[in-house]
């Protein structure tokens, strides 16, 4: 094995390693574990450093005329909401926002029934989540709303004062209703070609943008508005210069959407570098510190920056073809990233969605409403959510990997996420006054698994010993340990 020190205290904790290990490897036991190690990571906590990891990343989408009562009526998939701390969930969904109104909804979520040659019959009811029943869904989870606002129908159909009016009557609805909803966000995707009238320029979108929100904030100056553009800042900087330049004073938050590598994602290149990549060739770390500075150099930096719809890009070689396992690794990395990097909101798409090739990278599996295996690791980082990132020293680096360390908004757990996306073992070895007064209550470990369901399995061997704690990250894993008071 190559060990490589770099300090008497690396030294020591792999010397304990070490010895641990091979009394396990001569008893046979922990078969679960890695008993070696070939690189050694060693950092030391910046233990006063908190950078504020928002309480809206652990967020999805409901696509109102994929959600059948028959999905929801057992309780499975509320229960798997609420064991991944889900804390925002985003109604109606994508697309369907420019042809959905509210208060007459048909379940063909991209037919519009004000188009006049439409003669479509409309969906029972069981067969789509109408707005009450999202309200209902909002109570039970107890997370924040986050409703869409259909601004393309009236913009196509030449009935503008009555697009905006449906808008407002839903506001009024919500308060008559006592639900209170803070975030709107103004149709989807209006530069697609999909999009409800066709696709629409900057400056038509952001015309339309000041004709809705006006109205909006005079009936309810509070709330915060949610706007949409094409990702990839750099390249469209001048997009976001004119919008803001037209509708700055009435945006509060801007989307983008991030799906990975879309038309040919596969594990070789997620594997080939890391913090993993757009395809801008930036991480998305550094993609939402541009976004900081750019929106500052347009005079608005106060601007939040979300991606309401995020996932695995779809497409690819059949022959590689990513599986469920595979997908929570890189789902995983991604919402690692976000926290890393201070993004302030997140909806994963999608929930769930009955095509084939979609399932291995939705949340639930809608064939038998079990949670997909990205929800083992979706609980761990969905209790960062409101709490910090602690930032690290790293004294002995390993190329790779990615660290995440996070302490909660009460200041009592901290926990761990490591990525090794190397083919070999790696030592990790931290250091901390937050160690002296916590103690190490869950250990686990996934991988993709032989399977390719994935799996996730408890780490028994991690070591904690005054200010230092060790464990062995296995190859191609993500590690996550949770120390308390």
């Not at 109104?101 to 991209?110: A, F, P, V």
């Not at 090739?357 to 949670?371: E, M």
Request: glycine share 8%; charged share 20%; proline share 4%.
């Amino acid at each position: 094995m190559k060990y490589i020190f770099s300090s008497y205290r690396a030294f020591v904790m792999a010397l304990i390693l070490l010895v641990i290990f091979s009394g396990c490897a001569k008893n046979g036991d922990n078969e679960n574990n890695s008993q070696t190690y070939d690189a050694v990571y060693s950092v030391v906590l910046k233990d006063d450093s908190r950078l504020p990891v928002s309480g809206h990343l652990m967020g999805f989408n409901l696509v109102y005329p994929q959600e059948k009562q028959s999905i929801w009526q057992d309780g499975k998939v509320t229960e798997h909401l609420k064991n991944v701390n889900t804390s925002i969930i985003r109604w109606p969904g994508g697309t369907v926002t420019s042809y959905y109104h509210w208060d007459s909804l048909t379940g063909r979520g991209w037919e519009d029934s004000w188009n006049p040659e439409n003669s479509s019959v409309p969906e029972d009811g069981s067969e789509f989540m109408d707005f009450d029943e999202y309200m209902e869904l909002v109570r039970t989870t107890g997370v924040t709303p986050l409703v869409g606002i259909n601004v393309s129908s009236g913009r196509r159909w030449n009935r503008s004062e009555e697009g905006i009016n449906e808008a407002l009557s839903l506001m009024q609805y919500s308060k008559g209703h006592n639900f209170d909803i803070q975030y709107w966000y103004l149709d989807n995707e209006p530069y697609m070609h999909d999009s409800n009238g066709g696709d629409k320029t900057i400056e038509e979108y952001a015309e339309l943008i000041n004709m809705y929100a006006t109205e909006m904030r005079e009936f309810d100056p509070g709330i915060k508005i949610v706007v949409n553009w094409r990702q990839a800042f750099n390249d469209r900087r001048l997009d976001y210069q004119k919008l803001l330049e037209i509708a700055g004073d009435n945006i509060d938050v801007i989307d983008v959407h991030w799906y990975w590598s879309w038309g040919d994602p596969n594990m070789d290149k997620w594997l080939s570098s890391t913090p993993m990549k757009l395809h801008t060739g930036v991480s998305y770390i550094d993609e939402i510190a541009y976004f900081r500075d750019m929106v500052s150099d347009f005079g608005y930096p106060d601007i939040k920056l979300a991606s309401l719809e995020w996932n695995v890009g779809l497409g690819g070689d059949d022959e590689f073809k990513l599986t469920s396992g595979q997908m929570a690794m890189i789902q995983s990395e991604m919402m690692m990233q976000y926290i890393l990097g201070g993004l302030d909101m997140a909806t994963f798409w999608p929930l769930h969605w009955p095509s084939e090739n979609i399932i291995t990278r939705s949340f639930v599996d809608p064939l038998n409403g079990q949670a997909q295996p990205n929800s083992h690791i979706f609980q761990v980082l969905g209790q960062l959510q409101d709490g910090a990132v602690i930032e690290e020293d790293i004294t002995e680096g390993v190329p790779n990997t990615l660290n995440l360390i996070a302490i909660d908004a009460n200041e009592d757990a901290v926990s761990i996420c490591f990525l090794n996306k190397n083919d070999y073992n790696v030592g990790v070895n931290l250091t901390s006054k937050l160690f002296n007064e916590r103690v190490l209550v869950d250990s686990y470990t996934f991988t993709p698994g032989d399977s390719g369901n994935g799996e996730m399995k408890a780490l028994t061997l991690p070591i904690q010993e005054g200010e230092n704690a060790s464990f062995v990250a296995p190859k191609l894993s993500i590690t996550m340990l949770t120390f308390k008071k």
